[in-house]
């Protein structure tokens, strides 16, 4: 048995000992009981106090260290997850910028390539205007001066046909 129980043991026994002595005539407040035996537990009381008082204060340190401990690990665990939600928020702001960022830049793409297809298909529509006038022009040229040779040939004398054989020499 340990020294915190021993007192309270030796605690109860007085107790015991005290209520269950002999009252004094004409004395209620007063009793009799052994004098060797309640000394001998006091002094027993008094010898195994300390050590209960020792163990009470040790108790005592232990609890709040435990305490202390406890609480440390409490507030490392609340900074931990203040520092992984303040990351997460971080993170989260990163990734709707980004996708901000990138919907900008489909969108400038998109309006760049619009405009590259309009510039070139104005580029190609000119090319083609060009190429079709210069045929035109080459037409016309061509049906002028096809006009003018069938005039020229209905307007010319006919050749006899010695003068389309050549002579042999």
Do not use: H
Request: proline share 2%; glycine share 4%; charged share 35%.
């Amino acid at each position: 048995m340990d020294n915190n129980n021993d007192v309270i043991e030796l605690l109860d026994i007085l107790y015991g000992m005290v209520t269950e002595a002999w009252g004094v005539p004409l004395g209620n407040d007063k009793c009799i009981i052994e004098r060797d035996k309640a000394i001998e537990i006091i002094n027993d009381i008094k010898a195994n106090l300390p050590g209960a008082l020792a163990e009470a204060k040790r108790l005592v340190a232990a609890r709040d260290e435990f305490i202390g401990n406890a609480k440390r690990e409490a507030e490392a665990l609340r900074k931990s997850a203040e520092e992984k939600a303040r990351l997460m928020v971080e993170e989260q702001e990163i990734v709707k910028t980004a996708k901000e960022k990138s919907a900008e830049m489909i969108a400038a793409a998109e309006n760049k390539s619009r405009e590259l297809r309009r510039v070139a298909s104005d580029y190609v529509d000119e090319l083609m205007r060009q190429a079709e006038e210069s045929i035109s022009s080459a037409l016309s040229t061509v049906q002028n001066s096809r006009g003018a040779f069938r005039s020229a040939g209905a307007n010319a004398p006919a050749k006899s046909k010695s003068e389309d054989v050549p002579a042999q020499e």
